[in-house]
């Protein structure tokens, strides 16, 4: 017989490969450790230099607490009553969130995943919150680095944003799901960059803007930024600014809008004039305009504009009564107005039409109609 017993030479063998592979485990888990602790504590380094060059230039950032975690994959900063003041706005103005949570991968350190909890508030420094926003989830990332972001999304479900006054508040937004994206397709951050902003709708609704946003639409509209120096930091209405006066434009590349049983598809170009109002215009086509005509009152805004109220007026003077039946007709029939004088179309297998929606001077026209005043880009 065979004796299957290991001899003692060979136990001390296993012995000693047990005892170096527990040490490299141990040396490892230690080097990484100190990795680690090396990697939060320049990240934390980091943020504070951060801090204080935003500072100087007016722009401070605070928490209430901040804490380090994560190990041992990735570095978390926590911070909790998160609060931004932007003291070079005109009036400064004051950003609070109920915290922000910013993660990086350690293996991944240019891509920052942030989570910021509601509610959010903004206000004049020092006064009652004016705006106050509210979601079930808020996401933001970022890759690049803080001097030169290359792409930037923002996510959040379920959002409110409502206006206040006083102890009234009047909803602004509302929606399932809002979506933002943009990256830089030209140039750097520094230098002349083109930028790409896709932003998406699921059953957003915004009841105190304008009469075609109070039912709730699904929208996708992708468009490209011409004309920007830089994306060094500065408020909206001075880049807007900036991209008037270098004669840079807006490109509508790809919109496409559902609402009830309107579907609206468009492309376009919009520029900026010397008051800061967009100035352009879209070619869309449309399907099922009937519904969105009325939803908007667009008949009860032909009737009372003050072309019918002259064309009235002359047929009234030419038979008492012929106006106000003039007027009646040309609300009955707008409709059909507006499909003879737009180009026939097919949209997704619908009957549709084409029609120019303008932009001039602070108001938005589909065809003749319009539609409501444009925002004030500064």
């Known amino acids: 017989m065979y004796d299957d017993q290991p001899s003692p030479q060979s136990r001390r063998r296993t012995r000693r490969r047990y005892i170096v592979l527990m040490t490299l485990v141990v040396v490892l888990i230690g080097g990484w450790s100190w990795f680690w602790k090396y990697a939060a504590a320049k990240a934390e380094v980091a943020v504070e ?9 007016g722009r401070v950032y605070k928490c209430g607490s901040q804490s380090m975690g994560g190990f041992p994959f990735r570095i978390e900063v926590n911070c ?6 932007f003291r070079s706005n005109q009036p400064p103005v004051e950003v609070k969130a109920g915290g922000v949570m910013v993660v ?54 379920e959002p409110v944003v409502n206006l ?48 075609a946003t109070v039912k709730p639409v699904d929208a ?39 609402q009830g ?55 009234n003077r030419l038979s008492p009564g012929l106006g106000d039946v003039a ?11 507006i499909n003879m004088l737009g180009k026939p179309a097919t949209l997704e297998g619908r009957n549709a039409v084409t029609l120019p929606l303008r932009l001039k001077d602070g108001t938005a026209y589909l065809g003749p109609i319009p539609l409501g005043p444009t925002p004030v880009m500064f």
């Open 164 to 211: 206040v006054s006083g102890s009234t508040e009047t909803n602004l937004l509302r929606a399932q799901r809002v979506e933002l994206h943009g990256r830089i397709i030209e140039g750097s951050a520094s230098d002349n960059p083109v930028i790409e902003v896709v932003l998406r709708l699921v059953q957003a609704s915004a009841p105190a803007i304008n009469p």
């Open 49 to 57: 230099g951060w801090r204080a060059r935003e500072a100087k230039a």
């Open 327 to 337: 007027r009646q007709q040309a609300g009955a029939n707008l409709s059909a107005g």
């Open 104 to 157: 990086a991968q350690v293996y991944q350190p240019n891509l920052l995943i942030s989570e910021i909890q509601g509610p959010l508030t903004i206000a004049d420094l020092g006064q009652a919150p004016k705006i106050v926003a509210n979601w079930k989830l808020g996401q933001s990332s970022v890759r690049g680095t803080p001097r030169n972001p290359e792409r930037v999304s923002m996510v959040f479900d």
């Open 261 to 315: 049983e309107t579907l609206a598809t468009g492309s376009g170009s919009l520029a900026i004039d010397s008051n800061g109002q967009l100035d352009g215009q879209l070619e869309v086509t449309v399907a099922g305009l009937e519904p969105f005509l009325v939803s908007i009152g667009a008949q009860q805004a032909i009737q009372k504009s003050p072309s019918m109220d002259k064309v009235a007026g002359m047929l």
């Open 220 to 258: 996708e509209i992708r468009g490209v930024m011409r004309g920007l120096g830089d994306l060094s930091p500065k408020p909206w209405h001075e880049r807007f600014r900036e991209l008037q006066q270098r004669g840079g434009r807006i490109d509508i590349t790809q919109a496409r809008i559902t």
């Open 80 to 85: 909790d009553a998160a609060s931004a003041e």
